[in-house]
C-alpha cells in the first residue's frame, strides 16, 4: 500500500470574508474559476500543480471542527516563485494593481534571494519570489537541493 | 510574456512553534525533509506537486510584515484527496497516530463525499478527502470538471 499520508498537498483552501469579492480578485489576475466545480459558495481555481478554492471563512473553520477566530496572522504563507527579480516585481505590481496589498516591497534577502510580499483580501500572505538556490525546472515548478 | 502572477502555488510555509518537533511530526508520517535545502531554523519538504516549509511563526510573520497574533482558525485549511474512503480512514490514522489531533471523524458529506480533519501540532488543519466528483489523475492529483 502507498504511503497513507504521502507527502503531497491536494487543494488549499482559503477562508475568505467574501467570496464574490475574492474570486473577482483572483480573476482581475487573469485566474480561471472552474465554472464546473464552483457554486455561488465556493470557488475552485486548477492551479498549475494543485487546486486553490475559497471558501467562507466561518463555514470553513466550521467544517474543520476549529472555533472561528478573528482574522490575523494564519500562520502560513503561499509563494510563487520566479526566474528573476524582474517577474518578482512584475507579478507583485500585477498582484497590487488587481487589489492586493503591499506587505513587503521586494528586495534582496538575507538568504542571497530577491522576495516581497502581498496579502490578498482576507489578509492572505504571498511571497512572490527569486532563490537562485532553489531553480525551477522546466515547468516553473521549484526543484529544491538534493 | 507569461501571466505574471500564474494560477499556481510554488511553495507553502507553515508557521510552527517549534520547527524541530513540527519536523519530527512529519517526518513520522514517512514525509523526506531535503536535507540540502534545511536548516535548524526551517525544514523543506519536496511535495509531489509543491514544496512544503516549516518554518517559526514569528518569525515568517516578521518576513511578510504582519503582526504575529495568538494561534487560532488561520482562515485556510491543506488537504489531501484520496481514490476511497477506506484511503481516507487510513490516512487519519496514520496522522494521529504520528501525533496528529484529530479535528472531525471522517463521514459522508453534505456534498456527496467522504472527508475528515486532523490538525498539526500547531492546529493547521488537514482535510482528508474522498470526492468521486473530482477524480484523480494517474500521478494522484485532482482534476476540476471544466
Redesign the interface.
Known amino acids: 500500500?502507498a504511503?497513507?499520508?504521502?507527502?503531497?498537498?491536494?487543494?488549499?483552501?482559503?477562508?475568505?470574508s467574501d467570496v464574490a469579492r475574492s474570486t473577482a480578485f483572483?480573476e482581475r489576475?487573469?485566474?480561471?474559476r472552474?465554472?464546473?466545480?464552483s457554486t455561488d459558495e465556493v470557488s475552485?481555481?486548477?492551479?498549475?500543480?494543485?487546486?486553490?478554492a475559497l471558501w467562507s471563512?466561518a463555514e470553513?473553520?466550521a467544517?474543520?471542527?476549529?472555533?472561528?477566530?478573528?482574522?490575523?496572522?494564519?500562520?502560513?504563507?503561499?509563494?510563487?516563485?520566479k526566474p528573476s527579480e524582474e517577474?518578482v516585481d512584475?507579478?507583485l505590481?500585477?498582484?497590487v494593481a488587481?487589489g492586493g496589498r503591499l506587505?513587503?516591497p521586494a528586495a534582496r534577502t538575507s538568504w542571497g534571494g530577491y522576495s516581497g510580499?502581498f496579502?490578498d483580501l482576507?489578509?492572505?500572505?504571498w511571497?512572490?519570489?527569486h532563490n537562485p538556490?532553489?531553480p525551477l525546472d522546466a515547468t516553473?515548478?521549484?526543484?529544491?537541493?538534493?
Chains 1, 2 share one sequence.
Open positions: 500500500m504511503q497513507p499520508f504521502a507527502a503531497s498537498v491536494s487543494l488549499i483552501t482559503l477562508g475568505v483572483y489576475l487573469g485566474w480561471r472552474s465554472a464546473g466545480a475552485f481555481f486548477a492551479l498549475e500543480s494543485l487546486v486553490l471563512r470553513l473553520a467544517d474543520a471542527g476549529l472555533a472561528d477566530t478573528p482574522p490575523g496572522f494564519g500562520g502560513f504563507a503561499l509563494a510563487q516563485n517577474a512584475a507579478a505590481a500585477a498582484a488587481g506587505l513587503k510580499y496579502a482576507d489578509s492572505h500572505p511571497e512572490i519570489a538556490f532553489f516553473g515548478r521549484v526543484t529544491l537541493p538534493a
